[in-house]
């Protein structure tokens, strides 16, 4: 059906730009900026496939974003360390670092120790530096700047941080010493570093931590030593070690491990299951854990229809959630909040391998229902709006908890039409302050001539430059959940176009509405991040 008020509207037309590429499905786009994209990419690629795109198709898209700013090394430096340290994201992060120790040595020296601040992420680094297929080539982890960084990371911590960084494979503690080649500054960590490697080792030298553990291995009924409880999984514990675990678990190991403890009738323990509860609400230990609000969404999801784990550890989580999204701003005026509900949005919020496994329990959808029940619930007034090929407002009850709500939306399928709320809410010639779009933007529905009739530009453009025409200083705020360098709508300083949810997504989006001043205020934002 024809958009007659475009028709009406022949200033409104001129103002709207040709689209000048297509997306994933196929629908018009606009190409972000070179900056933009790589800041979008950053903040949401774990390297897998999404609905649309393939891995391998995911990683070529990082890897040509940052080729295309290999000439501004610090700004490739500056998303490295913004990724990590706000966006909390892993494989982007390690994957630029491993860039930049082959383009400038100098950067490389001040990423390295911000970005690779964990086992995990020195893993990521050595993976992906062995590889070849960041740069085109393997690199010698042994020798100058590269050995230098990862020689400084075993320097600077304990042998009980080393011990806990062990955890994991591909590669192994003991691959990475053996790629590196560390040395070890003191008689404990060369010990430790001889029991990592297989070798016979004086005992008594090794960490007390290790000591503990290798004991404990050899008698069960000593004391469970304070470790990582992955090193203890596979040792037949009783449910009495496992609740005396579950005592001293750190809060992210607790959160992905409530039907475990169930399994082993940890919460059979009035005590410790408040105990428990407690420590998933404290506030200082989520912010610590420096946790996705979804990742607390997913640990509920797991324990849905159970009734292993009591109420009283899932109104704990109820209530981290609350704390988790406390940051949300509160938006001045009349808001509409519109929610991605396509088929595309089924797809998980971590991607897939490509060989039908998913990555994360949790979808784009589940995660746009939680960033629209957010700011409902700091935004009482706002609207929300569904959209799949046409739109439907939604109630929702602010009084309610996030997780309710999410639930209420947490339902995708049908195609993509971006453009259908800001279509309705015009038809409706609705007054209003900001608009918030949570999506990933493959919109197709509205680029078949028969159906929009937007001509050579996007739905979503044309449809906010009507918006704006009424409510003059209206702000577009699109929040994109994948992967892209396309967009519906190109930047202004009235659009802020930001990548992935997490704490930075909502602080810069509160420092858009406070001061933003220039066309791309995200990557304005990034480029004020500290590399000293």
Not at 426 to 433: F, H, R, S, T, Y
Request: glycine share 6%; with cysteine; aromatic share 10%.
């Amino acid at each position: 059906m024809a958009n007659k008020k475009l028709f009406k509207s022949p200033e409104v037309a001129a103002k709207v730009p040709v689209a000048n590429t297509n997306n994933a499905a196929g629908g018009k786009a606009y190409n972000k900026t070179e900056k933009a994209a790589l800041a979008q990419i950053a903040a949401t690629n774990c390297f897998n496939g999404t609905y649309y795109v393939s891995a391998e198709s995911n990683l070529k898209l990082a890897k040509d974003a940052a080729l295309a700013l290999i000439g501004d090394p610090e700004f490739l430096a500056k998303v490295a360390v913004y990724s990590r340290e706000k966006g909390y994201m892993k494989d982007m992060p390690a994957f630029l670092t491993v860039l930049l120790a082959s383009t400038d040595t100098k950067l490389f020296r001040k990423v390295f120790p911000k970005v690779i601040d964990n086992g995990k992420m020195l893993r990521n680094f050595c993976q992906m530096a062995r590889s070849g297929a960041v740069t085109g080539k393997v690199m010698n982890l042994s020798s100058g700047s590269v050995r230098h960084a990862i020689q400084q990371w075993f320097d600077v911590r304990g042998a009980f941080a080393l011990f806990k960084a062990s955890i994991g494979n591909d590669p192994t503690m003991k691959d990475m010493l053996r790629m590196s080649r560390p040395k070890p500054n003191s008689d404990e960590k060369a010990a430790l570093f001889g029991y990592f490697l297989g070798k016979d080792v004086y005992a008594a030298r090794l960490p007390q931590i290790v000591r503990e553990y290798e004991a404990f291995k050899k008698d069960k009924t000593l004391a469970v030593p304070n470790v990582d409880f992955r090193m203890l999984d596979s040792l037949g514990l009783t449910d009495a070690q496992w609740t005396e675990i579950a005592k001293n678990a750190p809060w992210m190991m607790t959160r992905m491990n409530l039907n475990t403890f169930a399994r082993h009738n940890v919460f059979k323990d009035k005590e410790v299951t408040k105990l428990i509860a407690d420590r998933i609400r404290n506030r200082e230990m989520i912010v610590e854990a420096r946790q996705f609000p979804y990742q607390m969404f997913s640990a509920w999801k797991a324990t849905e229809g159970t009734t292993e784990v009591p109420f009283e550890i899932r109104d704990a989580l109820q209530d981290a959630m609350e704390i988790a999204i406390d940051n949300v701003p509160e938006f001045k005026g009349q808001i509409y909040v519109c929610v991605d509900a396509s088929g595309s949005m089924s797809s998980p919020i971590t991607g897939s391998t490509g060989y039908g496994s998913r990555q994360s329990t949790v979808s784009c959808m589940d995660v746009a229902g939680l960033v629209a029940s957010s700011i409902v619930r700091k935004n009482r007034s706002a609207e929300v709006w569904t959209f799949k090929s046409e739109a439907q407002k939604v109630s929702l009850n602010p009084r309610d908890t996030v997780i309710t709500n999410t639930v209420k939306l947490a339902k995708a399928g049908g195609g993509t039409n971006v453009s259908a709320p800001l279509r309705k809410l015009n038809e409706l010639k609705a007054k209003g302050d900001a608009v918030v779009y949570v999506s990933d933007y493959e919109s197709w529905v509205d680029s078949d001539s028969g159906y929009g009739m937007y001509g050579g530009s996007t739905g979503l453009a044309t449809e906010w430059e009507l918006f704006k025409k009424r409510n003059p200083n209206a702000r577009l705020i699109a929040i994109d959940l994948t992967p892209s360098k396309t967009s519906q709508i190109k930047t202004r300083k009235d659009v802020l176009q930001v990548g992935g949810w997490g704490d930075a997504c909502f602080d810069v989006i509160s420092s858009y509405l406070e001061h933003g001043d220039s066309s791309d205020h995200w990557v304005s934002e990034i480029e004020k991040t500290s590399l000293e």
